[in-house]
């Protein structure tokens, strides 16, 4: 197959009228060095070669070319008015390109990280908190895009936020951040609607309240009732309601709709602002937020300080069991 296309290459463009066949860039790396330096020995040393394929690297070069460049005598080579031509085009060639690929890495070293994260948690949980992060890391640039379920990578993603509730596949980095832990919420107004106090304290779910439900997340209701084992029944009441996303159940309840299942993470700001309650309290539900990644980042990197920023603000709310 790769010799297949190297003829396909060269028919179409060795051999078009007036196409001149380059020498390999890896041969001209190595004229390049063994004329800069008057030595094989040394242009091998510098390119962590052996003196024998600087020299059969050369000789491809003169035999490209036609003709000799260089005069060797003893253990020093010279150029030659050929090789002096070549070696001011090369050498000038090979400092562009070198020069352009270090422009290419200061620019991808700025580049923004890409940050994907749930809608929800970023409009509920990450945006009220980012300019903690920007205060402490001003240095580095983060763009925080919506997005849910499987990651596309290749959208120029770098990092993202997932609850682990599908396959990400074996070769992705997943650093846990938080466990996930639900319990219902309303309007504080609400409060005696929808909940039956004992007096003590205690509150109990009404059987009649009405429930939020998402689409994003429609078991929410019913893996809460068998995690806790509750004893209300969860069938549809009068008023209760299915939103297209879980935010938006969120949302229903904070204008007193109905009560929704709300992870803490999401409604920690609301409840202790006063704007839902939380009579139930939180209970894990085994899931956890993790940070994913293509491959593990390094040690001082953008990365590793948003994850280590991730686990801090996280921990406030619940760290991981």
Not at 99 to 111: H, K, L, N, T
Not at 122 to 141: E, N, T, V, Y
Not at 163 to 173: E, L
Request: charged residues 20%; proline residues 6%.
């Amino acid at each position: 197959m790769i010799s297949q296309e190297k003829s396909e290459l060269e028919s179409q463009y060795g051999d078009a009228p007036g196409a001149r066949r380059l020498p390999s860039l890896v041969a001209l790396r190595c004229f390049e060095a063994a004329a800069r330096l008057e030595s094989f020995s040394r242009a091998a040393d510098e390119l962590h070669l052996t003196h024998g394929a600087v020299s059969r690297a050369v000789r491809t070069v003169e035999d490209e070319l036609g003709v000799p460049l260089f005069e060797r005598r003893s253990r020093r080579v010279y150029l030659n008015d050929h090789g002096r031509v070549l070696f001011d085009g090369v050498h000038a060639g090979l400092a562009r390109m070198s020069e352009a690929a270090e422009a290419v890495r200061r620019r991808a070293s700025q580049r923004p990280l890409l940050l994907s994260c749930e809608p929800t948690l970023l409009m509920r949980w990450l945006i009220p908190r980012w300019g903690d992060f920007q205060a402490r890391h001003p240095q580095h640039k983060v763009h925080l895009v919506a997005g849910g379920g499987p990651v596309d990578w290749g959208a120029g993603l770098d990092l993202a936020i997932r609850r682990n509730d599908f396959d990400w596949g074996r070769t992705i980095h997943a650093v846990p951040l938080c466990a996930e832990r639900m319990g219902p919420v309303c309007q504080p107004d609400q409060l005696a609607r929808f909940f039956e106090d004992d007096g003590q304290g205690s509150y109990r779910l009404r059987v009649d309240a009405p429930l939020l439900h998402s689409k994003t997340r429609p078991h929410a209701w019913s893996d809460w009732s068998k995690q806790q084992k509750a004893q209300a029944r969860l069938a549809p009441a009068a008023g209760s309601l299915m939103l297209e996303h879980f935010y938006l159940s969120l949302q229903a309840a904070a204008a007193g709709l109905g009560v929704a299942m709300g992870p803490q993470l999401l409604v920690q700001d609301d409840v202790q602002a006063g704007r839902l309650a939380a009579p139930l309290g939180f209970a894990a539900d085994g899931s956890q937020y993790c940070l994913l990644a293509r491959q593990p980042w390094a040690g001082d990197s953008a990365a590793r300080q948003l994850c280590d920023w991730l686990l801090a603000q996280m921990a406030q709310t619940w760290p991981l069991p």
